[in-house]
């Protein structure tokens, strides 16, 4: 049974940092492709960040130079470390993993930030 779970979410104020991990069982971890994802209220799913089976990192523009994504192959963990918050940053954040097209979402941690 495929399951991420993530943690770290919370309520901080604007300028804060949080740091969101995301354990991941029933996967071949390594070999998975591992984003974060954002849903905001009212807006649809966007993609903050991912990183590839060989390390490669790709971030939305509006996260970058702020949030850092990293992997641990051997805990089976991926981190969104998240800098400098801001208000619009506020959402649930789902952990995603990719294999070769199955894919698998986690539940989701809500970050709430207050200005």
């Known amino acids: 049974q495929v399951q991420l779970v993530e943690s770290g979410g919370g309520l901080v104020q604007a300028g804060g940092s949080l740091r969101l991990s995301c354990a991941a069982s029933g996967i071949f971890f390594s070999r998975n492709v591992m984003a974060w994802y954002r849903q905001a209220p009212g807006k649809q799913r966007e993609l903050v960040a991912t990183?590839?089976?060989?390390?490669?990192?790709n971030y939305a523009d509006s996260v970058k130079g702020r949030f850092t994504i990293s992997r641990d192959n051997a805990k089976n963990t991926v981190y969104l470390q998240m800098n400098s918050l801001k208000p619009e940053d506020t959402a649930v954040y789902y952990c995603?993993?990719?294999?070769?097209?199955?894919?698998?979402w986690g539940q989701g941690t809500q970050v709430t930030v207050s200005s």
């Open positions: 990183i590839a089976i060989d390390g490669s990192i």
């Open positions: 995603h993993a990719d294999r070769l097209g199955w894919t698998y």
